[in-house]
């Protein structure tokens, strides 16, 4: 069984950074891909970033690029993101999720795993 636990998640003023981390157990996770995202009050999911674990291939959505950075460490079993340059519209429950495949997406529905979530709040 694939367990996922984040952690790392506060308040933060506008500018400021946050790193998430996804603790990850239950499986050798050297052919999966995982990802972040995130979902605001009143407003679906939607995707973050994505890194396929032994490759290191990653996948950002625009709004994350050039401020996010994913990344993984091998030897925890560990993936973060690091979130730079924080703005309010960042503000959102942010989740981990992963699939037993290489191949980065930014579909939740094809991640069968996933963690409980981890509050970010980004304060103006």
Request: aromatic residues 12%; hydrophobic residues 35%.
């Amino acid at each position: 069984q694939v367990q996922l636990v984040e952690s790392g998640g506060g308040l933060v003023q506008a500018g400021g950074s946050l790193r998430l981390s996804c603790a990850a157990s239950g499986r050798t996770f050297s052919k999966y891909a995982m990802g972040w995202f995130r979902q605001a009050p009143g407003k679906e999911r939607e995707f973050v970033a994505a890194i396929s674990w032994s490759v290191g291939r990653t996948l950002y959505a625009d709004s994350a690029k050039g401020r996010f950075t994913i990344s993984r460490d091998n030897a925890k079993n560990t993936v973060y993101l690091q979130m730079n340059s924080l703005k309010p519209e960042d503000t959102a429950v942010y989740y981990c999720a992963a699939r037993n495949t290489l191949v980065v997406v930014t579909t939740g529905d094809e991640y069968p795993y996933w963690g409980q979530g981890t509050q970010v709040t980004v304060s103006s």
